[in-house]
């Protein structure tokens, strides 16, 4: 017999690890009147795009056009209450990619409202430590609070995140800092805090222009 020295050329399926993505903060990430919140056009636009995500976290809420339930979004939850569950989430979950939106709360609460912006600085630095190689978080500034005065604190925090975030990027720390606020008007909001369908539909579209290139296909 002769020797076959030619095979027949079979196709084999490229193999997609999708990239594990944690929604981290508080109702504005579960989806307050919304069940699902940003996370279920988020989940679809970069599925429509034929890329790959899995959400990873603790909780699990949303409709059936949002497959992955998974998140990190705790009702009434200020910065010091994720700060204290961080490191096991971190541990347990192993996300690439983290979505921080955090410290409605700490101005809606009355919270040491001063001293936030060093509270979201700290969790930074424990989410940033927990990475895995390559990994990134994305910090948003929060969304517009249409309650007495509270707008006010709003921006005052707000315009601290922005020098926290270069603060760490420039120190090399893989932390990127995501425009919400002047995304987000108050007739978006549903209760003058929480966004309403379209609301969260425009944060989807925030941070999928920010963690797209991020996202393998």
Request: hydrophobic share 35%; charged share 20%; with cysteine.
């Amino acid at each position: 017999m002769g020797l076959i020295t030619k095979f027949p050329k079979h196709t084999i399926p490229k193999t997609v690890t999708p990239s594990a993505i944690m929604p981290l903060g508080d109702s504005i990430t579960d989806g307050f009147n919304v069940a699902g919140g940003y996370r279920i056009k988020l989940w679809n636009t970069i599925e429509s795009n034929g890329q790959k995500v899995d959400f990873v976290g603790s909780m699990s809420n949303g409709p059936a056009e949002l497959p992955d339930k998974n998140h990190e979004g705790h009702s009434g939850w200020r910065i010091d209450q994720i700060d204290a569950k961080i490191n096991e989430w971190m541990t347990t979950y192993k996300p690439e990619i983290v979505l921080l939106h955090i410290g409605t709360n700490d101005i809606a609460q009355s919270y040491s409202v001063a001293s936030a912006p060093d509270r979201l600085s700290a969790l930074i630095d424990k989410i940033c430590a927990k990475l895995p190689a390559n990994g990134k978080v994305y910090v948003s500034s929060i969304i517009p609070l249409a309650m007495g005065n509270m707008n006010s604190q709003v921006v005052n925090y707000n315009n601290k995140i922005h020098g926290i975030v270069k603060s760490k990027a420039d120190a090399g720390k893989p932390v990127y800092f995501v425009e919400m606020y002047s995304k987000i008007t108050t007739s978006d909001l549903a209760d003058g805090v929480h966004c309403n369908r379209t609301g969260y539909e425009k944060m989807a579209d925030v941070w999928y222009e920010a963690i797209k290139n991020d996202l393998p296909k």
